[in-house]
């Protein structure tokens, strides 16, 4: 082999030093290392993620309602949990949720003082037995704190004195010994980021009703068109101005109120359908609203000037007048559409969570059928076996 040297070191022609050429089957095996933890963990995830059962929508919608109250989350743990439970806290936090960390350590020393009737904990322990968090049991029961425990051990003392138990266990962790806290750690950070995502999506999902929002548009509209109308007997360039400005504001809620109802009715994968399917009836009607209505000004304009609508109607403006009386009468049509429609939309949410492979010949999964006020509040539930598709 050809060798070139550069200062203190000797390389060989495609520059590599000959001591990483030595080194390259040990860089090699900490390559496979890593793609094997990685691969681990992924494993680990892929468990969880199939006997993640009905609790942690139980969960979620325990948090949802805590936040409601206005009370707020507590994360708890000791070790390994408890860091994993100060970046959940840290999520819940980003996404509006007021969530505080307690040190289980400490909590008996004074620090339970923190935690008031009515707020949740989300107590972290893999194996359920951790002495510190079980010492806090019966203190958290006689505050009236609702318990949430993520765990790895469905038989553990912490996940039989919670009031809800989020199972997550794993097959094995990625150490090379199967001691040191790996995948188990993934796990729960994974599902508590899980449950913050979900209650963000929760709480953003109690925003008003999609068909009163189009309402307002529609009575915004009202009040806009009536407004130009009347400007100009009154040579009110101010009360002209306020239709205009009206008339955009009652369009946007319009169009916000019914984009959103017409996403909310898409299946599955459908809502850039549904968003094409709005944005072209908009575009159609749009188009012809602006031609009809221009004929329609212009004609009626023409016919006015001429004097055959009568001596009082001869002004430029009574064209576009005989236009916008015609939206007044279209508006009190849509708002005697869209009124049945206020308040009926039952929202529907189906979360599929599998709880067997299909390869053991168990059911595909577990369909949860939560249907919501537009308020928010659960009204019924259902499960569905066999109707619902496994999730990959």
């Known amino acids: 082999m050809t060798k070139l040297a550069f200062g203190r070191g000797v390389c060989d022609p495609l520059g ?16 496979l290392r890593g793609r094997r933890v990685l691969e681990l963990e992924a494993q680990a995830l ?11 929508a139980h969960a979620v919608e325990a948090m949802c309602e805590t936040i409601q109250a206005g009370r707020k989350l507590i994360v708890t743990g000791i070790g390994k949990s408890g860091q994993v439970g100060a970046k959940i806290a840290a999520t819940l936090s980003s996404t509006g949720a007021p969530s505080v960390v307690l040190d289980a350590g400490n909590a008996s020393h004074g620090d339970l003082g923190m935690i008031a009737t009515g707020d949740l904990i989300l107590i972290l322990s893999y194996s359920g037995e951790t002495e ?20 790895g051990n469905a038989k553990s003392t912490l996940a039989r004195e919670a ?52 309402g307002f548009g529609a009575l915004a509209g009202l009040a806009a068109f009536t407004s130009v109308i009347f400007s100009a007997p009154m040579g009110s360039p101010a009360l002209f101005a306020l239709g205009v400005a009206l008339v955009g504001f009652g369009a946007g809620l319009f169009a ?51 004097g055959q609508l009568g001596a009082t109607l001869t002004s430029p403006a009574t064209g576009y007048s005989a236009v916008y009386l015609i939206e007044l009468f279209l508006l009190f049509a849509t708002l ?15 979360i599929h969570l599998p709880d067997h492979d299909p390869a053991s010949g168990g059911p595909d999964g577990l369909g949860l059928f939560m249907r919501r006020k537009p308020a928010g509040g659960v009204v019924s539930m259902a499960r569905s076996f066999s109707e619902v598709t496994h999730a990959a």
């Not at 559409?337 to 189906?350: F, K, S, T």
């Open 16 to 31: 590599m030093h000959l001591s990483q050429r030595r080194a390259a089957p040990q860089l090699k095996a900490h390559l």
């Open 46 to 56: 892929r468990a969880v993620q199939r006997q993640l059962d009905v609790s942690f």
């Open 132 to 151: 510190e968090v079980a010492r806090l049991l019966p203190s958290l029961k006689r505050i009236g704190t609702r318990i949430v425990a993520l765990t």
């Open 163 to 214: 009031d809800l138990h989020i199972n997550v266990h794993v097959p094995r962790e990625a150490c090379p010994m199967n001691l040191a806290p790996t995948s188990s750690s993934t796990a729960m950070l994974a599902v508590g980021g899980a449950a913050g995502l979900g209650l963000a999506a929760r709480t953003l999902n109690r925003g008003a009703d999609p068909y009163r929002v189009a």
């Open 256 to 306: 916000h109120g019914t984009l959103t109802a017409s996403m909310s009715m898409a299946q599955g994968d459908a809502t850039g359908l549904a968003l094409g399917a709005w944005g072209a009836v908009q575009a159609l009607a749009a188009g012809l609203a602006i031609a009809a209505g221009g004929m329609l000004s212009d004609t009626i304009g023409t016919l006015a000037r001429a």
């Open 336 to 350: 005697v559409a869209i009124g049945p429609l206020v308040g009926r939309q039952a929202h529907e949410v189906i």
